[in-house]
């Protein structure tokens, strides 16, 4: 299979041609249709989390495919299911790291779950099925913008009708903030970003008042303010207070979601994403989210 390795910190990732290991107890093989590409993997190439141990390693952690084959243990998917690719922890085994290796034999590490490439071992506690007429592109949004932006609005904050919300950075996750707080009511709605075009996104996304910041080269944190009678909570994605993807329950959230918002088009997703590439283009498709123009960029595979 082809992927994409970080090699080097503050480097190209490498396109390689990969051995896909044999399955271990509990892991999936799944054929990686889409992915998206999180600030996470932009801090993680530039080192942004100390110490890199495990380079090379592949990277991602929101996609969408199906399965190909299943491992001893697995119980909650079957070759053929196509699946939502997600981070937080969700039902069935946790597995053991998949061990990935170059057609030289140099060993290439890899966590639970990766996506930016062809194919790809995971952890069955990282793959949740879905309905087979739902795109990749919406599957890969649903491992991580989509259900940490709603899931910091239903579950981590519980935002009410007529509290105020201010999101400081409308990129994937901000802008699910947005949607999210316009479906339970909120108002006012701030949106806060340094780039016009994200800030037209925000207004379309259900903003109501806008205002253009001016933020540290690089930075790609999301914050929420979030007001009400019960005083001011404050987090942010990446930062000082981290959020824990929402609190998104994998298996519970992503098909509620897919069921009683997507497929009534009472949220937006085709509109999130504004830009795709081909995995061959992966280090474009990067400087494109840290220029801070894009909304979600989708890699096809």
């Given at each position: ?35 998206g590409i999180c600030g996470k993997q932009i801090g993680e ?255 096809i595979m």
């Amino acid at each position: 299979m082809k992927a994409a390795v970080l090699e080097h910190i503050n480097k190209d990732l490498v396109i390689r041609e990969l051995n896909i290991p044999e399955l271990e107890y509990g892991q999936v093989l799944v054929q990686v249709k889409a992915s998206g590409i999180c600030g996470k993997q932009i801090g993680e190439i530039a080192g942004n989390y100390g110490e890199d141990k495990f380079l090379p390693h592949l990277l991602g952690h929101e996609g969408g495919g199906i399965v190909e084959q299943i491992g001893e243990g697995v119980t909650t998917v079957k070759g053929g299911d196509h699946v939502v690719m997600h981070w937080r922890k969700g039902i069935g085994i946790e597995s053991a790291f998949p061990k990935y290796s170059t057609l030289e034999g140099k060993s290439v590490g890899a966590g639970l779950i990766t996506t930016f490439n062809e194919y790809a071992v995971v952890s069955e506690n990282r793959v949740t099925k879905i309905a087979e007429d739902v795109p990749f592109e919406v599957a890969a949004l649903m491992g991580c913008a989509i259900t940490t932006g709603f899931g910091v609005v239903f579950n981590e904050i519980q935002l009410k009708p007529y509290n105020s919300i201010t999101v400081r950075g409308c990129g994937g996750v901000g802008l699910n903030v947005i949607q999210a707080a316009k479906l339970v009511g909120a108002y006012p709605i701030v949106a806060v970003d340094e780039k016009r075009r994200k800030l037209d996104m925000a207004a379309d996304f259900g903003a109501t008042r806008l205002f253009t910041s001016v933020s540290k080269e690089g930075n790609i944190e999301t914050d929420f303010l979030v007001e009400s009678y019960k005083g001011v909570f404050i987090t942010d994605s990446h930062g000082r207070r981290e959020s824990k993807g929402g609190e998104t329950i994998p298996g519970k959230d992503i098909p509620m979601y897919l069921e009683r918002l997507w497929r009534s088009n009472r949220i937006k997703i085709d509109e999130l994403i504004t830009h795709t590439f081909s995995l061959e283009e992966i280090n474009i498709a990067l400087e494109v989210v840290r220029s801070g123009s894009a909304g979600r960029c989708i890699i096809i595979m």
